[in-house]
């Protein structure tokens, strides 16, 4: 077996030194060494101390007559150990100051690094969101051919399970006609999508919206308020918060385009009635969810009277405000 296995290679990788890299190694020596520094500085401030008794007693040996050149061998040496004691002590304070520096110096490019890969996680994660965002915008008209289905769970408007109702939303009677003998069915087509490119979009205003299908799921037009725009022409994005506020208070947003939001007028607008027949989205009572809808009137108080796709071999109407009744789209 080769010798270089038992070789030491570098700290051991559970050890502290390993752990925490070289500023820690450097951090060690310099305590260690700081002892002989004051060692140093002690033995120089006891010297001082040596030098003045041997002063004192050299003057009063000369009051008595008594001094010797002896007392002036003692006094130079003193001196001259004094000199070799403050070298060293300086010489130990320069060496624990320079490495502190070096200790500083890489703790500082540590931290620098740190923070720059902090940066880039940073970024990262923002770079992963938009493309986690970018999920939910549109990439066209937004239109689908499939009418959506309804919520296992209505979508009340205040949140979840706050509020009553007399009746439920629609369910979805796949035996039901697309469009009823004498139904007003709105046409799709190249005008009507130009028309929605158009318009735009302004922070606050109220909005029908449809998210973007996840994992081929349908999903319906919701009431949304504009949060947020960004980019202008084709590249115009906005951030929509849904209406809904789930059970624990939260509300979620969305990314999406103008081709897959309906403004909503703002109240006090004067609208003009519907023509009964017409096919319309709806607002469901104490929803936050649209449905499919046919007009059977105005009731002359500024709602409309409509049977929702699903209700219609029932003789329940429900009465839903003008401005929460807007064009169809499937």
Do not use: C
Not at 59 to 66: D, P, S, V, Y
Not at 147 to 159: D, I, Q
Not at 173 to 191: F, I, N
Request: glycine fraction near 8%; charge should be neutral; avoid cysteine.
């Amino acid at each position: 077996m080769s010798s270089r296995g038992n070789q030491r290679r570098g700290p051991n990788r559970n050890s502290e030194i390993g752990e925490h890299g070289e500023e820690l190694a450097m951090w060690k020596d310099i305590k260690d060494k700081i002892p002989s520094s004051l060692d140093a500085f002690n033995e120089s401030s006891a010297n001082v101390i040596a030098i003045r008794d041997q002063e004192k007693r050299m003057a009063e040996m000369k009051e008595k007559g008594t001094l010797t050149s002896e007392e002036y061998k003692k006094l130079d040496g003193l001196f001259r150990r004094g000199v070799k004691d403050n070298e060293n002590a300086s010489q130990n304070l320069t060496e624990t100051i320079e490495k502190l520096k070096v200790l500083r110096a890489v703790q500082k490019a540590k931290e620098e690094q740190q923070e720059a890969n902090t940066s880039r996680a940073a970024a990262q994660r923002a770079k992963e969101s938009a493309a986690a965002s970018s999920l939910y915008d549109f990439d066209g008209s937004g239109d689908s051919s499939v009418p959506s289905p309804n919520p296992a769970v209505p979508r009340r408007m205040g949140g979840g399970s706050k509020g009553d109702r007399d009746s439920v939303p629609p369910r979805l009677d796949r035996s039901t006609p697309a469009a009823k003998a004498g139904s007003v069915e709105p046409q799709t087509g190249p005008a009507s999508n130009m028309m929605r490119a158009k318009q735009t979009f302004s922070k606050d205003d109220e909005v029908a919206f449809k998210p973007k299908p996840m994992n081929n799921e349908q999903t319906d037009w919701i009431l949304g308020i504009v949060q947020e725009v960004r980019g202008d022409g084709k590249a115009r994005r906005y951030r929509v918060l849904d209406a809904d506020v789930d059970e624990n208070g939260h509300q979620k947003d969305f990314r999406t385009s103008a081709s897959s939001m309906i403004l909503i007028p703002r109240e006090g607008t004067v609208l003009p009635p519907l023509e009964t027949g017409k096919t319309v989205l709806a607002l469901y009572p104490n929803t936050t969810t649209f449905y499919k809808a046919e007009v059977m009137g105005m009731d002359g108080g500024g709602k409309v009277n409509l049977k929702f796709e699903g209700e219609e071999s029932s003789n329940t109407m429900q009465a839903v405000t003008r401005r929460h009744v807007v064009e169809y789209r499937g």
